[in-house]
Each structure stands twice: as structure tokens, then as C-alpha cells.
């Protein structure tokens, strides 16, 4: 079976990862696995930093490598997060730390008006100089709550409201939130890509 490196150090991700690519014809396995260290994420969008992932992990690996750069735009907060979500309350902050910073931000701003979307760029590359990737975007709309709710999933998860499930993302089921969340759309998007790439001759 082919072998993909997954660019990524976060358990979360790598959990749902795991779902989403369960019955594809790739074993995808963790960077750690090649003690690929991080890289830092200089890039101005998820796609250039899910990119600056993937080229990273393939060149230590020596593996195609697929990465995914994702967050949190908030609309009251002109779109913070973002790229920065990871680090919103501070280098090497836990999710609790970010999700605080994140109400505390938004303590005065009414319920309306707390759209957001989660966005995800998924990159694949064959070799870490590979002039022709496969990029995905994908986003997902819902509202920040105003105290968290749910235990599942990781991030900002808890502050997350999806109205379609009238529920937060935290408390989804894994297969839901693998369903329509932003990494899961993306995943369907990359699917489609992939499936056209293996009928030209020459893409492996
Ligand atoms: O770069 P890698 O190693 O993949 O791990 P990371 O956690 O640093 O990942 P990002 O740079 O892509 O930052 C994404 C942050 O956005 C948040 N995030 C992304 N997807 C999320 C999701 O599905 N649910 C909750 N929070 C999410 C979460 O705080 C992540 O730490
Ligand atoms: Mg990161």
C-alpha cells in the first residue's frame, strides 16, 4: 500500500484523519513517525502554511506528504484568529488558553453578531519540490458561544455552534463532525481531485 507522511503534530487532527482516510487505498502516517520537527508556519494564508508543512515533511520523510493548515476566522474580530489560531493566547498555549482569549475578546459583542467560520487548506505534494500540488479549501459557518460546550474534538470546538446540528462541534459525534466540518469537506474535495489525478498517466 502506498505511504503518505501527514504533516501534522496535533493529536486532534490526526484523529480525525485517521477516520477520514480509513478506507483509502494510502496508509497515512504520522510525521512523528520520521521525527519530522515542526516548521514554522511564516506563510500569510492555510494555503501557503499548509504547503510550507507538506514540502517539510516530504523532504525528511523522502515520502508525498499531505498537510493541513487550518483555523478560526471570527467576522467581529475581522477575521482573528486565523492563520494565528494555534497561537492566539501566546506561543506553546493550551486550546483552554486560546478558547479564553477568544470570549474574552468577544465578551462584548451580542449574538448575532458572533459569525465565524472554521477554514481548511489541505496540501499534497509527491516530493517536497513538487511543482504541481494538490490544494483544497473548505469552510464551515457556525457561531461562538459564549461559554463552552462539549467535550469532544479539540481546539475550538467547545465555543463552536453549528446551527444545522443545534449543537456545538464538541459535542458531534467524530463521524458528524468528520462529515461536514471544514477538514472533512476538504477531505471530499481532495478525494475528487485525487480520483482525476490517477487517470493521467505519468501521476502516481
Ligand atoms: O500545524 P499542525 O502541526 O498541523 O498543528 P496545529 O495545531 O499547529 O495546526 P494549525 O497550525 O493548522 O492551527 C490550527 C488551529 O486552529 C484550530 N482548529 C483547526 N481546526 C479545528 C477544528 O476542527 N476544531 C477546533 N479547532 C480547530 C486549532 O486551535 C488549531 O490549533
Ligand atoms: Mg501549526
Redesign the pocket.
Known amino acids: 500500500m502506498n505511504r503518505v507522511v501527514l ?4 493529536a ?2 490526526l484523529n ?1 484523519f485517521s477516520q477520514l482516510f480509513a478506507n483509502w487505498q494510502i496508509q497515512v502516517v504520522p510525521q512523528s513517525e520520521f521525527q519530522v520537527p ?1 516548521i514554522e ?1 511564516t506563510g500569510l494564508s ?1 494555503i501557503e ?2 504547503l510550507i ?1 507538506a514540502r517539510h515533511a516530504s523532504r525528511i520523510s523522502g515520502l508525498p506528504a499531505l ?6 476566522a471570527v467576522d467581529a474580530l475581522d477575521g482573528a ?1 486565523g ?1 494565528y ?4 493566547a501566546g506561543e506553546d498555549v493550551s ?1 483552554a488558553d ?1 478558547n479564553h482569549k477568544l470570549l474574552q475578546m468577544l465578551a462584548d459583542v451580542p449574538e448575532a453578531e458572533r459569525t465565524a467560520s ?1 477554514h ?1 487548506a489541505l496540501a499534497f505534494v509527491r516530493r517536497y519540490d513538487d511543482p504541481i500540488p494538490l490544494v483544497c479549501i473548505a469552510r464551515w459557518c457556525g457561531r461562538i458561544l459564549e461559554e463552552p460546550a462539549g467535550e469532544q ?5 467547545p465555543l ?1 455552534y453549528v446551527e444545522s446540528e443545534g449543537m456545538s ?1 464538541a459535542q458531534l459525534p467524530r463521524e458528524v ?1 468528520n462529515r461536514i ?3 472533512g469537506q476538504a477531505v471530499q474535495a481532495f478525494a475528487t481531485l485525487w480520483r482525476e489525478q490517477m487517470q493521467c498517466p505519468g501521476r502516481e
Open positions: 504533516a501534522s503534530g496535533n486532534g487532527k480525525e515542526e508556519e492555510f502554511n499548509a508543512k498537510a493541513d493548515d487550518s483555523g478560526l484568529p492563520i489560531s494555534a497561537r492566539y486550546d486560546n472554521f481548511c474534538g479539540f481546539g475550538y470546538d463552536f462541534s463532525k466540518s471544514h477538514r
